[in-house]
Each structure stands twice: as C-alpha cells, then as structure tokens.
C-alpha cells in the first residue's frame, strides 16, 4: 500500500522534499532511500491515518539522518590538511622553534613571584577552577584573576620579545 502510494505520489513527493531540502537530486535519493526502506519493512501499517504524511515524514527523517552522516564525514580538503599536519609536526626546523619557544616560556615564568607563577600553573597546567586556587592560596577569586591577567601579560611580553 505505501510503496504504492510512493510511486502514484512520486512527483508529488519530489516537488514537495526539493522546496524543502533545496535540491531535486537530493530529493530522488531520499525518495529511493524511502522506497527501499518501505520494502524491508514487514508489514504495512494499518492504522495510519493520513499515509501522505507519513511518507513524508518518512522521508524527511531519512533526508535528516543522511545530512547529520554527511556532516561527520571529513572533506577531502580536511583530509588533505590533517596529512600535510603530519609531515609538517615532523619537521625538524618546527620542532626546533617549538622547543626554543618553550624554553622562551619557561623563561618567562621564573621571572614571575613564585605566588603568580603557582597561580599560573594552578590554572593553565593543572586545570584547578579559580575558586579552589583562591581557597588554596587564601586570597580572593578576583585576586587569582588580577595574579593571571599579570603572568599572561608577562608571559606574551617576554614571548613577543624573544619572537622578534
């Protein structure tokens, strides 16, 4: 009855989905999708009380699942970026500024008091909420706030510096 009512419909249903999904051939392969999920399904349904509509329905849904697949598949030019990342990560002269980078950093951070220095390790390193550190150190939120607001700047001010 409902592949039937899919095939007399057909260019009804086709009009309608490629308003809705804004292309004629995405609206064939839901259609196909449809029928073929219509075949292995046992039976057919009685009850329905509108069977237009819920084909429709049918076919939406499909149209939906198929475009929320396509959406976690990777483009090619993804792919292509996540293989260059790979041979550039490898790249002897990348990893000898990374690692002058760091020691940069590192740098910087002895500079700190050792309390803003502590502060900043508490946040960025160990991911401690704000709250914990304040509790810990005996000082206000705002406090740790003002202590990494002054590391940060530091920090870039120092990085800045060694990068030019």
């Given amino acids: 009855m409902l592949r039937q009512l899919l095939a007399d419909d057909y260019d009804d249903l ?3 989905l490629t308003r809705r999904l804004g292309s004629t051939e995405f609206a064939s ?3 196909h999708e449809t ?3 219509l075949e292995r399904q046992p039976g057919e349904p009685s009850l329905l009380r509108n069977p237009r509509a819920y084909l429709f329905r049918v076919a939406l849904n ?3 699942d198929r475009r929320q697949a396509d959406s976690r598949r990777l483009t090619l030019a993804e792919i292509d970026a996540l293989r260059r990342a790979d041979r550039d990560e490898l790249d002897p ?3 000898a500024t990374a690692r002058a980078d ?3 950093l590192i740098d910087a951070l002895q500079e700190l008091p050792d309390r803003c220095r502590a502060i ?6 160990e991911e401690l909420p704000h709250r914990d550190i304040a509790q810990h150190f005996g000082i206000s939120t705002r406090m740790v706030e003002r202590e990494l607001r002054r590391a940060l700047a530091h920090c870039r001010a120092r990085l800045e510096i060694n990068l030019s």
């Fill in 14 to 16: 086709k009009l309608r």
């Fill in 29 to 31: 392969e839901v259609l």
């Fill in 35 to 37: 029928w073929l999920r």
């Fill in 62 to 64: 499909i149209a939906k």
């Fill in 93 to 95: 002269a990348r990893i």
């Fill in 102 to 104: 760091i020691e940069s």
């Fill in 120 to 125: 900043f390790v508490a946040a960025r390193v």
